[in-house]
């Protein structure tokens, strides 16, 4: 069993920057691949970025392209998100989540496991 710990997040303002961290625990999320998604009030859970299992590859919504990045640390069982340039559409509870078998831009109902979720508030 593996439980993703997040942390980071807060409230902003427009044009500043916050990072998101998601720590694993439990088992080794070394070989999983690792997404972000976002919920804003009222509506769907949507991808941001993912990253493969050895960093190689990134993939990222057009919304965030040039603006976020997803890193890991395999050493110590943690993914990152740096977010840039942040604006108020960007406000939303974003979540981490692990998937064994992952091939990049994989649906929310792919992944096996999911962090709590961080609230992410930019103001205008």
């Known amino acids: 069993q593996v439980q993703l710990v997040q942390s980071g997040g807060g409230l902003v303002q427009a044009g500043g920057s916050l990072r998101l961290s998601c720590a694993a625990s439990?088992?080794?999320?070394?070989?999983?691949?690792m997404g972000w998604f976002r919920q804003a009030p009222g509506k769907e859970r949507d991808f941001v970025a993912g990253i493969k299992w050895n960093g190689a590859n990134t993939y990222y919504a057009d919304s965030v392209k040039g603006r976020f990045t997803i890193s890991r640390d395999n050493v110590n069982n943690t993914v990152y998100l740096q977010m840039n340039s942040l604006k108020p559409e960007d406000t939303a509870i974003y979540y981490c989540?692990?998937?064994?078998?992952?091939?990049?831009?994989?649906?929310?109902?792919?992944?096996?496991?999911w962090g709590q979720g961080t609230q992410v508030t930019v103001s205008s």
């Open positions: 439990g088992r080794t999320v070394s070989s999983y691949g």
């Open positions: 989540a692990a998937r064994k078998y992952y091939s990049g831009y994989d649906p929310v109902g792919r992944y096996d496991y």
